[in-house]
């Protein structure tokens, strides 16, 4: 955490019409990082992910990536320059193939042998989407739509990767797959990640620093291991009494 942060929000405000839902939001991230931001319901975290991704456009406070200045950039510039966010809720294509999702998060590489390299680096990602190839992204499980919803944001080779609740109505056995693929990712590509959830303990136990949010301010920072540690954060969000 010296040199100079990959993504640095600083004193962020963001609205929804008269929603007042980023108070002044300061963060970092650094390069091959995984950062995570917890905190409860409305904190204000997917408004995070949305404002950095450029889904919405900041109404004051700066928002620098890879040194330019990004504040208000549409989605699909901040992607062309290493961004990929995955949503929350997924949002796969229901109506096309395992394959064709994948071709589609792809959109922007020309080079149909690059586009294969990166499917085929995604089945070895996820075996269980090469074995469903052919099937249609509807009829998956909740638990392969996050997988694909994933491996199609990684299809972009994304040197920041923002994903919203990739445990969110999983199973067990799901959710250590997924952090398990995020940990690999991180460790092999040094992808930076920016991991918004409500599974706090998880995403503290993977995560090298973490930010935690309330009602749209910044309450607490630092190490991952220490906000773990931290009485507040365990009484409010990893279900000590
Ligand atoms: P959760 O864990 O419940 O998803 P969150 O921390 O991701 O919560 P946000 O979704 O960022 O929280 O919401 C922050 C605030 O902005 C909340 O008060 C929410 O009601 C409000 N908000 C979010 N989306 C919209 C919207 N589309 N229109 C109006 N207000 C919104």
């Not at 067990?172 to 693929?181: C, G, K, Q, T």
């Not at 040094?190 to 009602?215: D, F, G, K, P, S």
């Amino acid at each position: 955490t010296t040199g100079t942060p990959m993504l640095a929000l600083t004193d962020i405000h963001s609205y929804y019409d008269h929603i007042h839902a980023l108070k002044g939001i300061t963060l970092n991230a650094y390069e091959g990082e995984i950062v995570a931001l917890i905190g409860g319901n409305g904190a204000g975290k997917t408004t995070t992910l949305r404002t950095v991704s450029g889904m919405m456009k900041p109404r004051t406070g700066t928002l620098s990536y890879l040194g330019e200045d990004v504040a208000g950039k549409p989605a699909h510039q901040t992607m062309q320059m290493g961004m990929s966010h995955v949503p929350e809720g997924r949002r796969i294509f229901a109506q096309l193939t395992v394959r064709e999702n994948l071709e589609v998060g792809a959109y922007t590489i020309t080079d149909k042998k690059l586009i294969e390299e990166r499917v085929q680096e995604g089945f070895a990602y996820f075996p269980r989407l090469k074995e469903r190839e052919n099937q249609l992204g509807g009829t998956m499980s909740g638990g392969e739509q996050q997988m694909l919803a994933i491996a199609r944001a990684l299809m972009v080779n994304p040197r920041l990767l923002l994903l919203d609740e990739p445990s969110m109505g999983l199973s067990p056995l799901f959710v250590e797959a997924i952090f398990d693929i995020i940990v690999k990712l991180n460790k092999e590509h040094n992808t930076t990640v920016l991991l918004v959830e409500q599974n706090a303990n998880m995403a503290l136990a993977i995560a090298h620093r973490a930010y935690v949010l309330q009602t749209g301010e910044m309450k607490l920072s630092g190490k991952a291991s220490d906000i773990a540690k931290d009485e507040s954060v365990r009484k409010a969000y990893l279900g000590d009494e």
